[in-house]
């Protein structure tokens, strides 16, 4: 019978000791009593968002009929033959800012919308020599592009923070032509301003480093078609026209801060 009171107390200690080293990792995996568990939504690109940009850009302008607006506005229409064009490659900084609006679907396909406004200095310029004028005369035929807005819309694929997207629209120009030089001996400049619309397309991938914070890199097409645009010269009151085609690529990057975000 004494075995019995014995055989009790080491099973009591067996207990007592499995509890010892079994209680930190049992209170480890239950939540402590009074403090509630913090669950962290998953990240969403839902989302409305501003920013400002910065990148280079190119362009390439033909325009056409410059040394016929010099000769025909001093010696009369149908003085001069054939078609000249010049081809004139502005280059330069874009800056400018963006505002859009994300939704992100539950399977990862993000649409949304953003309107945009570059600014440039983008300018470039090509000589062209004036047959009819005195030996040596030429014009300089220069072109600048100011600013490009647009309204794009967007279609991307979210991959928890990181966004690729394609992105496609309206877009704006506005931009300056100038064409200048001596004509027998006589200065001129015409100059022009150009406004039109044209179509967009692009594409870039977009990482947010924190909900609130994100940044990108895009590459956009921009093609304006063709205009006539009208050029004067207030030196000489003689006014013309010429032809401009033009179409502009930039590379930009992008910081964007997310306001209204929901679900985040």
């Not at 016929?68 to 000249?84: I, W």
């Not at 010049?86 to 963006?98: E, F, K, L, N, Y």
């Not at 600048?144 to 966004?163: A, E, M, Q």
């Not at 179509?199 to 078609?225: C, H, L, M, P």
Request: hydrophobic share 40%; charged share 15%.
């Amino acid at each position: 019978m004494g075995d019995v009171p014995m055989k009790k107390l080491l099973l009591a200690s067996a207990a007592v000791s499995t509890l010892f080293v079994a209680g930190p990792t049992l209170s480890a995996d239950l939540p402590l009593a009074g403090y509630p568990v913090v669950v962290v939504p998953p990240f969403t690109w839902t989302s409305c968002y501003l920013g400002a940009h910065l990148g280079g850009g190119w362009a390439r302008k033909q325009v056409t009929d410059p040394v016929q607006l010099v000769q025909d506005s001093f010696l009369g229409v149908g003085t001069t033959v054939g078609v000249t064009t010049a081809d004139a490659t502005p280059s330069g900084i874009v800056v400018g800012g963006q505002l859009g609006c994300d939704y992100q679907f539950p399977f990862g396909w993000v649409i949304g919308v953003e309107g945009a406004v570059s600014g440039s200095t983008m300018k470039g310029n090509r000589t062209l020599p004036l047959p009819l004028g005195n030996p040596g005369e030429n014009e300089l035929v220069a072109a600048t592009n100011d600013f490009i807005p647009s309204v794009t819309g967007r279609v991307g694929y979210g991959i928890d923070r990181v966004l690729l997207y394609g992105k496609g629209g309206v877009a704006w120009a506005g931009d300056k032509y100038r064409v200048t030089g001596n004509f027998q001996g006589t200065p001129f400049g015409f100059e022009g301003l150009d406004n039109r619309i044209g179509w967009t397309a692009g594409a870039g991938i977009e990482w947010a480093f924190s909900r609130q914070w994100s940044v990108s890199v895009e590459y956009d097409y921009y093609n304006f078609g063709h205009k006539y645009v009208l050029m004067s010269d207030s030196i000489n009151v003689l006014s013309g026209y010429v032809g401009a085609t033009q179409s502009v690529q930039i590379v930009k990057a992008g910081l964007n801060f997310h306001i209204w975000a929901f679900d985040r």
